[in-house]
């Protein structure tokens, strides 16, 4: 693999440069071809300072530049010691919207847009049934924010719809609550967002404030499993993707008292691994939860559930 930033670029045009980076990074990115092909596109669009539509327009027939070439090389060379392309071009998409992110979040993955769309769809439900009820403000608490990918998605998205609503993005760290803030602003819905430093409720003890949603993705992986995982994880932070208890710590935290902020006919949704429907059923019901609902990605895999009384 060390042969990847000996390769030249000189005298290749974009669409040549494209392929032979992607076949470059097919071993990198373990035989996923559609998988390199893109991140050859995002390192392409990167060094040449356009996006991918530019990239294929105009572009596509131009020449690599002595510039482009030692920009492609340059992130070449960080992509082959595994370091996620994310953090190498400094920002990822997120339900079509642009995310900035460092080392000190997590990325966000497409895999959690489901129960982004699982709380989209109850909320037009709920505004339905309230319809002549103005005074009403939704309120929702999103526990774990990370790069602020969940929370600010939702401002986004019911900026359209609602006019009254209230947003709270929670974290324990505070360069992901920066981070979080930058996108919100990137974003436009800085306003939109309050960004929080507490563990879980910690913030909200004896303010008496209650939530028509609670949702997280918390870390759910456990030790064990974390150490099987391939190198690009390690550049992440641990603490954003690991939780004692064999991953469900952060799972009967949050449900342990979530009737304290829970409005009467709100709701709790939750993003975790593969395989551990069961487990999370198991705490769901212990904490009187009796309505599960399962939420499915785009591979129809049980990725999280909708939970209400």
């Not at 131009?62 to 992509?79: A, P, V, Y």
Request: contains cysteine; negative net charge; aromatic residues 10%.
């Amino acid at each position: 693999m060390n042969a990847i930033i000996n390769y030249e670029f000189k005298h290749l045009k974009i669409f040549e440069a494209c392929n032979l980076i992607k076949n470059l990074l097919i071993e990198i990115n373990c035989g996923n071809i559609f998988e390199s092909e893109y991140q050859a596109k995002l390192i392409l669009a990167q060094a040449l300072n356009t996006d991918m539509t530019g990239l294929t327009g105009l572009l596509w027939n131009e020449q690599i530049s002595t510039d482009c070439e030692k920009e492609i090389s340059k992130m070449l060379k960080r992509r082959q010691n595994h370091e996620p392309l994310q953090y190498i071009i400094g920002e990822t998409e997120f339900y079509g919207r642009k995310f900035k992110v460092k080392p000190e979040v997590l990325i966000p993955r497409n895999d959690t847009e489901c129960i982004v769309e699982e709380t989209l769809k109850f909320i037009n439900t709920s505004a339905s049934s309230n319809a002549n009820d103005n005074e009403h403000k939704l309120k929702i608490i999103d526990i774990g924010t990370g790069s602020g990918a969940i929370a600010i998605t939702l401002a986004c998205e019911l900026t359209r719809i609602l006019n009254n609503f209230e947003i709270y993005a929670v974290d324990i760290s505070e360069k992901a609550l920066d981070q979080a803030k930058e996108n919100a602003l990137i974003n436009g819905v800085s306003g939109k967002v309050n960004f929080i430093k507490s563990d879980v409720y910690d913030h909200f003890e004896n303010t008496g404030q209650k939530f028509d949603i609670i949702i997280s993705n918390p870390p759910y992986i456990s030790k064990t499993e974390y150490l099987k995982l391939r190198p690009e994880i390690f550049f992440e932070p641990e603490i954003a993707l690991t939780a004692p208890e064999n991953g469900t710590l952060f799972y009967k935290k949050i449900l342990k008292d979530a009737f304290l902020y829970l409005n009467p006919y709100g709701t709790v949704i939750f993003e975790f691994g593969f395989g551990m429907y069961g487990e999370i059923e198991k705490i769901a019901l212990n904490n009187n939860f009796k309505n599960i609902k399962k939420i499915y990605d785009i591979e129809n895999r049980i990725r999280g559930v909708r939970l209400w009384v």
